[in-house]
């Protein structure tokens, strides 16, 4: 056994889940440190809340081990774990009170009645919802039942918290107060998030390290910068962010290497080319306008890529002035820095 | 796009005409004929109808001690009907919801409808060969023989699917995520069952207890074939009525079940139960 | 306050109305209500519907070989459609729906039906074999008024001690085995169900309580049915099943469910004919039964094939088969010789005492009590068959 006070809040050990001929999550291993704010972030059906299902215990993995905080817990009923889960759906009890709701977990723990009260009301007023504890949830808005949600899985103070896209039901007005708001409770708190979501820009806005998922697999983990500034995949560079990949003959021409490339938007130039960076002409075949910015997707006068497709680079622009610099089927010339080229591992054998 | 729906036109006045009237008048008018015919009384030797204004039945009802013991007894009865059909109801509906796989499910489905098909009397014939001293359950070295036992368990028989559809439809609507969340507040399967499960589906058991209830009071036939000796309150109707002749007094009595079903049905409104029929 | 006056004043006014009609339905001085009766005979009218007691009109459903209806039908062109009754008060209330032709009524029966108005008075001289029925069942108090006959009679017998000889060990000699309170056989005991089975306790109490002064079993006066039905009470507790439907008797005799009761010659048959331990006898201190009589319904919508029936059935073969098949005395004296002959049994008759009017003054034949006592007492009044159908709900609580 490992000594606790080392040990990871979470730790996945080979984990695999297969449902029929589904391969959901295939061969995980993962540690979360304590206290982390840590995302699993992928596309529909990557396998992210299968694996969260597992850390609850609401599936059991085909292979592999799961332990909190130095446990092994794979076969552990859900309701012997320390970990607490916020669903997408919020799952709250239609026929109870939000109070009820909250102080549920305390009550199936036979927690006495005061305390119970005191300590539901406290996680009430952390999610500033201390005045609705009458209300049926069937009352509340949509951000009001994620708050409950969340008041309900905080009570029971879980070592863990495990979250499945819990602000994908809200607009996007509301999930932007929300991700801060989740944001600073998890700080007070100082307990680990697990927290899923398929949206690149929530899960690098909040996250301390995030999981890429692809097909059941962990593409790269890293902090949300490291993830954005050196991808080591083709997958990650174009899940996170846009990725203006360049590769096979495109790549020979326009970066002069044998690889496979990519350049963010906003680190290419239109107009004021620096010195020293490396330039491309092209042809504008769009502008898309965005408010503060406009992108400009240009084909490049080069040979086409290891896809057969014609390279094409998309440069982010601020909207300065309207310098009215180009236009669709204007000719450009591109420039950029050598340091900001990225350069990906080629893809595997495997999911080419 | 919303489509609204349109205002019932006349022609959709014409087209519920003949249920409203069947329902007004064959149906209620019925009930009314019964009520009517409570106040009657017949000629003792004859068994002629005497269709004169009296409250002898009902004298009679509240006064002879016998009828109150076997109203009691038929209450009972389908109390413990009830009773036993919810307690096996949970689980099954419980299992075919939740647990069982969609195939697994609608072959279950089918096995508790199938019973609904066979006539009601090969059902009751067939739990007389059941629960002779003789029968296949005395090999097992249980016979309780025909009584009240073997009739609450053979009207809990029959009425089972009446109890389970409800119950499983009602099971179906609760979200397997409610389970889960429960489950993962820390509540083991029982609490999980006892908090959430049973509150969920309270109304849908409360609609099936309406069917089991009722169809138990108004029972006069599997009491003749597994009751023995016992008397319900269907028996001293159908044997006023059919033997010895007093559709009055038959009539009196049949009032005293339609009196419970209210009340109860009262009660259960408030349940909001109603709803789930 | 005010409501309850209200409600005694109204209950007052119906009992008034009540009584003011009600003077026709006593059996004090019975007065049959004027039903026309058949003058002469037309042509058949291809159809007649029978309601019978089971086993009086077999058409081979039961049995192939127990078939006297087809011959009746082959005959006279009247295609006969049978119903059979459990109990005769099911009888009386399913001739009220005017759907049959001819009921085979018992004694508890025929007055009642007469009074109603729902069977006509019957022209015997339109009968070609009455002349042969033993006269001592023409003309009886249960099956005429004033003389005038209303029907042509089948046959008479008992009620049988009937008992499982594997199980009901000694074998029993008195109605005593089931009206004891503390019977071995408790829990298997199986009476008739209906209120005439009350009969059957009085007797029992006329030969063992000789204090109560039972002198008729169809004439108890308040005190007299207060033992009967405490009796009955008591056995009550012993009780497999009342049985009314023949067929869940036999069921309930060959499975074990029921050893020791009441029942008829006929259903013994079906039980000995089923190859299972049955036995059945009329013990000493005798018993009721039965002297059933063929009547017509006054609404009849086949009166000429009901003729047919009423003749054919008291004739000689049809009377021969049915009392044999029953298990009773035959009415018609020329029957005896015919089951003699056809089935072999030429000591049936004197097995059932069919000549013997000594024996058949015995038993007690079923008839519908009423207030006027019928054992001639006039300073109580007796208690009704009303007051009977109470009881029997009450005794089966
Ligand atoms: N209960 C299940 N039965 C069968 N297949 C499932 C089940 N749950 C998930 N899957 C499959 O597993 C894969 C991963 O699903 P999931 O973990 O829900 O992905 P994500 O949460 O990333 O969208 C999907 O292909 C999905 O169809
Ligand atoms: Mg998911």
Not at chain 1, 9 to 27: E, Y
Not at chain 1, 185 to 209: C, K, N, P, W, Y
Not at chain 2, 57 to 82: C, D, H, K, P
Not at chain 3, 276 to 289: D, H, L, Q
Request: hydrophobic share 40%; net charge neutral.
């Amino acid at each position: 056994m490992r000594d606790h006070a080392v040990s990871p809040s979470i730790r996945l050990t080979n984990v695999a889940k297969t449902f029929g001929s589904v391969r959901a999550v295939d061969n995980l291993s993962l540690d979360i440190a304590d206290g982390e704010f840590f995302s699993m972030l992928g596309p529909s059906g990557s396998g992210k809340t299968t694996v969260l299902r597992m850390i609850a215990g609401f599936e059991q993995p085909t292979t592999g081990t799961i332990e909190l905080a130095g446990t092994d817990v794979t076969a552990m009923p859900p309701f012997r774990r320390d970990v607490n889960t916020v669903f997408q759906d919020y799952a709250l009890f239609p026929h109870m009170s939000v109070l009820e709701n909250v102080e549920y977990g305390l009550r199936v723990k036979k927690v006495a009645k005061a305390e119970r009260r005191s300590r539901a009301s406290e996680a009430l007023a952390t999610v500033r919802l201390d005045a609705h504890g009458d209300r049926r949830p069937s009352q509340l808005s949509g951000g009001q039942r994620q708050r409950v949600a969340l008041a309900r899985a905080l009570v029971n103070r879980p070592k863990v918290l495990l979250l499945d896209e819990p602000l994908g039901a809200l607009d996007l007005q509301l999930r932007r107060e929300m991700q801060i708001e989740l944001k600073e409770i998890q700080r007070e708190v100082g307990i680990t998030f697990l927290f899923v979501t398929h949206d690149q820009e929530e899960a690098l806005t909040m996250s301390d390290r995030i999981a890429v998922f692809n097909e059941g697999r962990i593409q790269q983990v890293a902090t949300p910068r490291e993830l954005y500034e050196s991808p080591t995949s083709a997958f990650v560079a174009g899940f996170v962010g846009t990725s203006n990949l360049l590769s096979g003959a495109a790549a020979r021409s326009v970066i002069g290497r044998e690889g496979m490339f990519s350049i963010r938007p906003e680190k290419i130039h239109l107009t004021d080319v620096p010195d020293g960076a490396s330039t491309a002409a092209g042809t504008v075949r769009d502008v898309v306008y965005l408010g503060s910015a406009n992108h400009y997707v240009v084909d490049l006068d080069a040979p086409p890529d290891a896809t057969g497709a014609t390279p094409t680079l998309t440069v982010l622009r601020q909207n300065l002035t309207d310098d009215g610099v180009s236009r669709r089927g204007d000719r450009i010339q591109l420039g950029w820095l050598p340091e900001h080229v990225i350069e990906l591992q080629p893809p595997t054998e495997e999911s080419a | 796009m919303s489509t609204r729906p349109r205002p019932p036109g006349p022609r959709t006045g014409l087209l519920l005409l003949p249920p409203l009237l069947w329902l007004g008048v064959a149906y209620l008018g019925a009930l009314g004929a019964l009520f009517l015919a409570a106040f009657w009384t017949t000629n003792e030797f004859t068994g002629d109808l005497v269709r004169v204004f009296t409250l002898d039945n009902f004298r009679e009802l509240f006064q002879g001690s016998v009828y109150r013991t076997i109203t009691l007894r038929t209450l009972g009865v389908a109390v413990l009907v009830t009773l036993v059909d919810a307690v096996l109801a949970l689980p099954i509906a419980f299992f075919m919801a939740k647990v069982a796989s969609p195939r697994l499910r609608r072959l279950l489905v089918i096995a508790v409808l199938m019973p609904l098909w066979a006539s009601y009397l090969v059902k009751a014939y067939a739990w007389r060969g059941m629960l002779s001293t003789s029968g296949p359950l005395s090999w097992l070295g249980i016979s309780p023989g025909y009584g009240l036992t073997g009739l609450v368990i053979t009207l809990a028989y029959l009425w089972l699917p009446y109890m389970i559809l409800p119950v499983f439809a009602g099971m179906e609507k609760l979200p397997d995520s409610l389970l889960e969340a429960s489950s993962d507040l820390g509540a083991p399967a029982r609490a999980t069952f006892r908090r959430v499960v049973l509150p969920s589906v309270f109304p849908a058991l409360v609609a099936g207890s309406i069917f089991t209830f009722s169809l138990t009071m108004g029972d006069y036939i599997a009491v003749k074939i597994v009751g023995g000796p016992t008397q319900m309150l269907g028996n001293v109707v159908a044997d006023n009525y059919g033997v010895a002749n007093n559709l009055p007094f038959a009539a009196a009595y049949a009032i005293v079940p339609v009196i419970v079903m209210l009340g109860y049905l009262g009660i259960v409104r408030r349940t909001g139960a109603l709803e789930n029929l | 306050m005010k409501r309850a006056t209200t409600l005694a004043i109204a209950a007052a006014v119906g009992a008034l109305v009540l009584t003011g009609c009600g003077s026709s339905g006593t059996a004090s001085g019975f007065k049959a209500p004027d039903v026309p009766m058949a003058k002469k005979l037309g042509a058949n009218e291809g159809a007649v519907s029978i309601l019978a007691w089971p086993g009086y009109a077999e058409d081979g459903t039961n049995d192939p070989k127990t078939d006297w209806v087809t011959p009746f039908e082959k005959a006279t062109g009247c295609q006969a459609t049978v119903k059979y009754f459990g109990t005769s008060d099911e009888a009386v209330n399913l001739i009220k729906t005017g759907d049959y032709d001819v009921v085979s009524a018992s004694g508890d029966a025929t007055l009642r039906l007469i009074a109603a108005g729902d069977v006509a008075p019957v022209n015997t001289s339109l009968l070609k074999n009455y002349g042969d029925i033993r006269s001592f069942l023409k003309n009886q108090p249960y099956n005429s008024v004033n003389g005038q006959m209303y029907g042509m009679p089948q046959g008479w017998g008992a009620n049988l001690l009937t008992y499982n000889p594997n199980v009901v060990k000694p074998a029993p000699t008195s109605w005593a085995s089931v009206f004891s309170p503390t019977s071995p056989y408790a829990g298997k005991i199986t009476p008739y169900d209906s209120p005439i089975y009350i009969a059957d306790a009085a007797l029992y109490l006329k030969n063992t309580q000789p204090s109560l002064g039972i002198k008729n079993p169809y004439a108890l006066d308040a005190t007299q049915l207060a033992a009967a039905v405490a009796i009955l009470k008591t056995q009550r507790h012993q009780v497999s099943e009342y049985w009314s439907d023949y067929l869940k008797q036999q069921q309930a005799f060959e499975n074990g469910d029921s050893v020791i009761g009441t029942s008829w010659q006929f259903i013994v048959n079906l039980i000995a004919a089923d190859k299972k331990p049955i036995k059945a006898f009329v013990p000493k201190e005798g018993s009721t039964g039965w002297s059933d009589t063929w009547m017509i319904a006054s609404k009849s919508k086949h009166p000429n094939c009901a003729y047919a029936w009423l003749d054919y059935i008291g004739g000689p073969a049809g009377n021969a088969a049915s009392a044999y098949y029953f298990g009773e005395a035959p009415a018609n004296a020329k029957a005896c010789s015919v089951i003699a002959s056809t089935d072999k049994d030429p000591s049936f008759c004197t097995t059932f005492h069919a000549g013997d009017e000594a024996y058949a003054k015995k038993l007690w034949y079923w008839t519908t009590p009423v207030s006027t006592c019928l054992d001639g007492r006039t300073n109580v009044k007796c208690t009704t068959y009303a007051d009977w159908t109470q009881a029997w709900t009450a005794i089966k609580g």
